[in-house]
């Protein structure tokens, strides 16, 4: 008897989203409570801002601007950290100085895929940002962090020194407007069930297990 497909679990995500940090630890939490369904996870890219240039701007005056100032910013942040601090993570928002561009990140993202790292290396960059502060906007720092996810360092400096893959993650990022989707994370759960926002752990799980049991009875 063969076995079945894995489930999968498409989770529409930006690196520089603290609440994708939050719904990347849920869904592991929920795999876990599902051991005997196979889920095969893929990572796919938006961007919060894809007005960033290059270079990245000051972290700070970042999210004064897009908030309507410190005391603001400090607010919304003040309950990402809680939200965070639930869900097993110590967000370390003071150590980050720099709002990246994330297409370049995206680009690893996707050729991680390739070597069946995909959900490693993005780990690997959420925590890169927002539990050590790395400066993501850097190609050596970018190439560096794939490589804490098992990624050959060289060869992704390389690729990202190249223009491969540019316009197709950027046709990838339309799709996800194109489906409708403005907010991050949000999942697809073997193509016909999607939810938005960091859902908790059990109602991924919940997801999944009804996406199994209604494709076996199919």
């Known amino acids: 008897m063969s076995k079945p497909e894995p489930i999968e679990v498409a989770v529409i995500s930006d690196v520089m989203c603290p609440w994708c940090f939050i719904g990347e630890k849920n869904l592991k939490a929920a795999l876990n409570l599902l051991p005997s369904i196979p889920v095969r996870v893929k990572w796919l890219p938006f961007q919060l801002d894809g007005t960033l240039p290059p270079e990245g701007k000051d972290r700070q005056q970042y999210l004064e601007d897009k908030f309507g100032g410190a005391e603001a910013a400090q607010s919304v942040y003040a309950n990402i950290k809680k939200a965070g601090l639930s869900a097993g993570i110590d967000f370390a928002f003071d150590k980050i100085t720099r709002s990246p561009n994330t297409l370049n990140i995206h680009r690893v993202i996707k050729w991680a895929e390739e070597l069946g790292l995909q959900s490693a290396v993005v780990e690997a960059f959420f925590k890169a940002y927002f539990l050590e502060g790395k400066d993501l906007t850097k190609l050596e720092v970018i190439a560096e962090t794939a490589a804490s996810g098992g990624m050959n360092q060289r060869i992704v400096a390389d690729r990202l020194n190249t223009d491969e893959d540019i316009q197709t993650v950027k046709q990838m990022i ?12 949000f999942f697809v759960i073997d193509q016909r069930f999607a939810l938005s926002g960091a859902q908790p752990a059990e109602t991924l799980a919940a997801a999944i297990q009804h996406a199994d049991t209604t494709r076996a009875a199919s």
Request: negative net charge.
């Open 174 to 185: 339309n799709e996800a407007h194109n489906m409708g989707v403005s907010g991050v994370p």
